[in-house]
């Protein structure tokens, strides 16, 4: 069974681009969490979805973050129009259950120029 | 002031030590508590949870919960080289609502273990 898989590894884009993260979940896992990792600080949580449903995104930035996880396909983090300060790894978990253990992918390292 | 305080280390100790690694907190409705491990450009796995106050044991790795000090702390023993990685705390308020899986993380402390 495969992990949780994300893709970009490594994105780099400039100022005022769109950057586009995707994460596959374990088969079987319905619920999806992202979480952002800057620069000498801990995992911050941003959104939890399950398909189709946005449940929790009271860590999203109000503006040019969103996230979608829909029926068929990978959830997506979209950044619009990033800036130097959206550097950072960001990280997608995904469970089975609404109570259980979080499984990690490797992460999205996003690099702004 | 952080909801979740844990000290950056780094920390270096010689193969064989005892490690003990702890965060505070200030919320006092979390609930549950996680350990997380996080080697160097890889995503976070889980090492130990434990609910509410107590001690939890599994083999070299024991979790303690001190939720009247708001403490939490893990000890690892015999520690091996293999175990130099960052040790992240996370905690969450609890079962009810969307709360399970929104994780509140510690810094994390960056632990090298040397042979």
């Known amino acids: 069974n495969a992990g949780v898989m994300q893709n970009p590894r490594h994105l780099v884009r400039r100022r005022g681009q769109e950057a586009r993260l995707r994460c596959s979940p374990m088969k079987g896992h319905s619920h999806v969490y992202w979480y952002r990792q800057l620069p000498e600080e801990g995992l911050k949580f941003m959104v939890y979805?399950?398909?189709?449903?946005?449940?929790?995104e009271s860590g999203m930035p109000k503006e040019r973050f969103s996230a979608e996880f829909p029926k068929e396909g990978p959830s997506i983090l979209r950044i619009q129009q990033v800036v130097r300060g959206d550097s950072a790894a960001y990280f997608c978990?995904?469970?089975?259950?609404?109570?259980?253990?979080?499984?990690f992918g490797e992460g999205s390292r996003l690099t702004v120029l | 002031q952080k909801e979740v305080e844990q000290d950056p280390g780094p920390l270096s100790v010689p193969e064989g030590a005892i490690v003990s690694l702890n965060c505070t907190y200030s919320?006092?409705?979390?609930?549950?508590f996680m350990w997380y491990r996080q080697y160097s450009r890889k995503g976070p796995e889980l090492l130990m949870y434990?609910?509410?106050?107590g001690n939890k044991e599994d083999g070299r790795f024991t979790a303690q919960v001190d939720k009247s000090s708001k403490y939490i702390s893990l000890f690892i023993r015999d520690s091996q080289p293999s175990d130099s990685a960052t040790y992240l705390c996370a905690m969450t308020l609890g079962a009810g609502g969307t709360s399970y899986g929104k994780l509140t993380f510690g810094q994390g402390t960056i632990l090298t273990v040397h042979p």
């Open positions: 979805l399950q398909k189709e449903n946005i449940i929790d």
């Open positions: 978990a995904s469970s089975p259950l609404r109570i259980g253990e979080l499984f």
């Open positions: 434990t609910y509410s106050s």
């Open positions: 919320n006092s409705a979390f609930q549950y």
